[in-house]
């Protein structure tokens, strides 16, 4: 149990789905701490996309998160870098096809809602980077660059009518601050963690 006893989410449970951002599980503690969930399960796993296929396909995260037993009280759900960076197709609103994002992310919240209608899905649009020549102005085989995948996220949430934390717009995580809040130019440092949490806290606990 984490320390807080009352407000919106006192005693609920929290599970987070993603990639290394979240599998690091530096902003989920602090956000626990303030926000009150009673349970946290950190089901997201490095270095894989949202979309399947390839040899990441064992940790996809449309993957990870269909194959919940139980589903929490709240979901986040922070994906895309990896997408970006492993060329993934973006797809379309449309399709679902989970070798492509759009696919992948929509069967995965349809599946979710299906089975625990009341569970609160969130969306968290990948932060910027710079590591290994993957900014956000590159273009990947696909022809898409890193934004798109942050754009497709804030189209999914409104089609969804699913809220979304724009992380990419409003962390203040940019190539200027890069060096401050990172390990690398992608990976969250202690700073980039506190950073996270301070937007992520007021919007959870708005939501």
């Not at 870098?81 to 399709?95: A, H, I, Q, V, Y």
């Not at 601050?177 to 301070?198: K, M, S, V, W």
Request: aromatic share 10%; glycine share 12%.
């Amino acid at each position: 149990m984490f320390l807080r006893t009352s407000g919106r989410w006192a005693g609920k449970s929290w599970g987070t789905l993603g990639d290394s951002i979240s599998a690091a599980g530096g902003y989920q503690p602090l956000v626990c701490a303030e926000v009150g969930f009673g349970t946290m399960a950190n089901l997201a796993v490095s270095g894989c996309p949202m979309a399947a296929g390839g040899d990441r396909d064992y940790g996809a995260t449309v993957h990870a998160g269909r194959s919940l037993t139980e589903i929490p009280d709240c979901v986040t759900i922070l994906a895309g870098t990896n997408d970006f960076r492993l060329d993934k197709p973006l797809g379309s609103m449309e399709g679902r096809d989970i070798h492509t994002f759009y696919g992948a992310y929509a069967t995965l919240i349809e599946d979710l809602l299906t089975r625990r209608p009341d569970a609160r899905l969130n969306l968290w649009t990948p932060l910027q980077r710079d590591k290994d020549g993957w900014d956000t102005t590159v273009r990947n085989c696909a022809g898409f660059r890193l934004p798109d995948y942050a754009e497709a996220v804030r189209r999914i949430g409104a089609y969804y009518a699913v809220p979304v934390l724009d992380l990419y717009a409003e962390s203040g995580i940019t190539r200027l601050t890069l060096d401050y809040f990172t390990l690398d130019g992608l990976h969250p440092n202690e700073a980039g963690f506190q950073r996270i949490a301070e937007l992520a806290i007021p919007f959870l606990e708005r939501i």
